[in-house]
């Protein structure tokens, strides 16, 4: 029996192959918020077997502006159309609203235009997700909460968060076809949280919470916090240069002070594998700066 975090059984059944032309790839100009809910509305449309035409019919759009939606292109589209088009595909309403009116919003939509756009449509219900996905939901929502936080203030943090378990909830299908759903939803925290974060060089700068680690909050001295807080610049700075999974380990293990099983459940990635990780972040951390010790969380 396939459970949450188990692989998963026999592969389903090929998609039939439709006729006409292949649909194009998202255009490169798309944005982080906007793909956050076109590749997951792509993902079902692909393996619908749907046709263009088909669609274009019942969502009473030309065929070559569906086009265009599918691959973000042209004009932002309305809710009323990404609703219509949701409901021929089978997709829950109330994730994709919440990921199309942020990326309105990231696109310079007004606030005025996101409700009138979505006048004509059927309210948006909180119907529940998946019971698998709430399983996960309350298993790892802090420790996604943490990490988020030591990248993002509050409320961006609490955005990319959310974004996340919305993105999971429109993509469960694939998440539960992948060979571990927990790596497969922290794949979606990663770039939904790279995405927000400020960056340097192409690499995600810790943000200003991440000094509130117990070794700064230890400190009784301004002198003592002074010290401190430039050994933590330069750590965060040495940090934000780990491959991913490097980072990824040193935040959760550093920063918010977990265990490696925790973060082996956080990840989806075999316990001996963090602390592979781990050491090899500390040696390129000892050999870059003087790593301070441990803020907590050391415990096997």
Same mark, same amino acid.
């Given at each position: 029996?396939?459970?949450?975090?188990?692989?998963?059984?026999?592969?389903?059944?090929?998609?039939?192959?439709?006729?006409?032309?292949?649909?194009?790839?998202?255009?490169?100009?798309?944005?982080?918020?906007?793909?956050?809910?076109?590749? +997951?509305?792509?993902?079902?449309?692909?393996?619908? @077997?749907?046709?263009?035409?088909?669609?274009?019919?019942?969502?009473?759009?030309?065929?070559?502006? %569906?086009?265009?939606?599918?691959?973000?292109?042209?004009?932002?589209?309305?809710?009323?159309?990404?609703?219509? *088009?949701?409901?021929?595909?089978?997709?829950?309403?109330?994730? !994709?609203?919440?990921?199309?009116?942020?990326?309105? *919003?990231?696109?310079?939509?007004?606030?005025?235009?996101?409700?009138?756009?979505?006048?004509?449509?059927?309210?948006?219900?909180?119907?529940?997700?998946?019971?698998?996905?709430?399983?996960?939901?309350?298993?790892?929502?802090? @420790?996604?909460?943490?990490?988020?936080?030591?990248?993002? +203030?509050?409320?961006?943090?609490?955005?990319?968060?959310?974004?996340?378990?919305?993105?999971?909830?429109?993509?469960? @299908?694939?998440?539960?076809?992948?060979?571990?759903?927990?790596?497969?939803?922290?794949?979606?925290?990663?770039?939904?949280?790279?995405?927000?974060? =400020?960056?340097?060089?192409?690499?995600? !700068?810790? @943000?200003?919470?991440?000094? =509130?680690?117990?070794?700064?909050?230890?400190?009784?001295?301004?002198?003592?916090?002074?010290?401190?807080?430039?050994?933590?610049?330069? %750590?965060?700075?040495?940090?934000?240069?780990?491959?991913?999974?490097?980072?990824?380990?040193?935040?959760?293990?550093?920063?918010?002070?977990?265990?490696?099983?925790?973060?082996?459940?956080?990840?989806?990635?075999?316990?001996?594998?963090?602390?592979?990780?781990?050491?090899?972040?500390?040696?390129? *951390?000892?050999?870059?700066?003087?790593?301070?010790? +441990?803020?907590?969380?050391?415990?096997?």
């Amino acid at each position: 029996m396939t459970t949450l975090f188990s692989a998963p059984g026999p592969d389903p059944e090929p998609v039939p192959v439709r006729p006409g032309r292949k649909l194009g790839p998202i255009a490169a100009t798309v944005g982080s918020s906007h793909r956050a809910w076109l590749e +997951p509305i792509r993902g079902h449309y692909l393996s619908s @077997g749907r046709t263009l035409s088909d669609l274009s019919f019942r969502i009473l759009l030309a065929k070559s502006k %569906l086009s265009e939606l599918l691959r973000g292109v042209g004009h932002y589209p309305r809710w009323e159309v990404i609703h219509r *088009l949701a409901e021929e595909l089978g997709i829950p309403g109330w994730p !994709l609203h919440r990921l199309w009116k942020q990326a309105a *919003l990231d696109a310079g939509k007004s606030k005025d235009w996101v409700e009138r756009s979505t006048d004509n449509t059927v309210t948006i219900a909180p119907t529940g997700p998946p019971l698998e996905h709430g399983a996960l939901r309350s298993i790892v929502a802090e @420790g996604y909460r943490r990490y988020a936080g030591a990248f993002l +203030p509050d409320q961006a943090r609490d955005a990319a968060v959310e974004d996340t378990f919305a993105i999971l909830w429109l993509s469960f @299908g694939d998440a539960l076809a992948s060979p571990d759903t927990r790596r497969f939803a922290w794949e979606i925290l990663r770039a939904t949280v790279k995405a927000k974060a =400020d960056h340097r060089d192409r690499r995600p !700068l810790l @943000g200003e919470a991440a000094f =509130d680690t117990v070794a700064l909050r230890a400190q009784t001295s301004l002198k003592g916090e002074m010290a401190q807080l430039a050994e933590s610049m330069e %750590l965060f700075a040495a940090i934000s240069r780990l491959p991913e999974t490097q980072l990824d380990v040193m935040v959760l293990r550093r920063l918010c002070g977990f265990s490696a099983h925790k973060v082996s459940d956080l990840l989806g990635i075999p316990l001996a594998s963090v602390r592979s990780n781990e050491r090899h972040a500390e040696r390129f *951390l000892e050999d870059t700066i003087e790593l301070p010790p +441990p803020t907590g969380g050391t415990t096997p």
